[in-house]
C-alpha cells in the first residue's frame, strides 16, 4: 500500500474501503442502526478525532460507514480524510428540508445536485462550477430507493 500523508487528520495510517456512507448526523441513531443491520467493525482511528468509522462486514462489497459530524468543515474534512485514503464513492447519507409542494415529511430523496453555499466548497471550486452528483451513483441509489 502506497504511503499517503495526511497529518492534519491525524490518521495517517487509515485504509478506508472505496465505498463509503457519510453521516453528517445521526451518531446515536443512524450509525448504530446501519452498523447493527450490516455489521460493523469499529476502524481505531486517532484519539484526537470525534469521527466514528465501521468497516461493514455484511454489505456486499468492501464498504464503510464514517460519522463526520454536523457542518460544511466537518463533512468537508471528514471526505478528504477518506479520499485520500481510498474511497471513491461516496453517499451522504442525512435529512434536509424541501419547498417542493409535492414532498411530504419522511419522503426519501435522491438529490442529482446541490447548491453550495456553506464556505467550504469554495475552497475546492468555484462558485460558478456546478455542484452535480455521478449520474451512474445516482441512477444506483435511485433504482435502490425504488425497491
Known amino acids: 500500500m502506497v504511503h499517503r ?4 487528520a491525524n490518521n495517517p495510517d487509515f485504509d478506508c474501503p472505496p465505498s ?7 451518531r446515536r441513531s443512524y450509525l448504530p442502526a446501519i452498523v447493527s443491520k450490516f455489521g460493523g467493525i469499529e476502524v481505531e482511528l486517532d484519539e484526537t478525532t470525534d469521527r466514528l468509522v465501521f468497516n461493514l462486514t455484511s454489505a456486499p462489497g468492501p464498504l464503510a460507514v464514517m460519522y463526520s459530524g454536523m457542518g460544511g468543515p466537518a463533512v468537508a474534512n471528514a471526505l478528504e480524510m477518506a479520499a485520500v485514503n481510498g474511497a471513491n464513492r461516496v453517499v451522504l447519507f442525512g435529512a ?3 419547498v417542493g409542494t409535492d414532498l411530504a415529511v419522511g419522503d426519501l430523496i435522491v438529490a442529482s445536485g446541490g447548491v453550495r453555499g456553506e464556505g467550504t466548497s469554495r475552497y475546492y471550486a468555484p462558485l460558478e462550477f456546478p455542484a452535480a452528483f455521478n449520474v451512474e451513483l445516482t441512477f444506483e441509489l ?6
Request: neutral net charge.
Open 5 to 8: 500523508d495526511f497529518g492534519h
Open 142 to 147: 435511485l433504482q435502490g430507493a425504488r425497491t
Open 20 to 26: 463509503l456512507i457519510l453521516l453528517p448526523f445521526g
Open 96 to 98: 434536509c428540508g424541501g
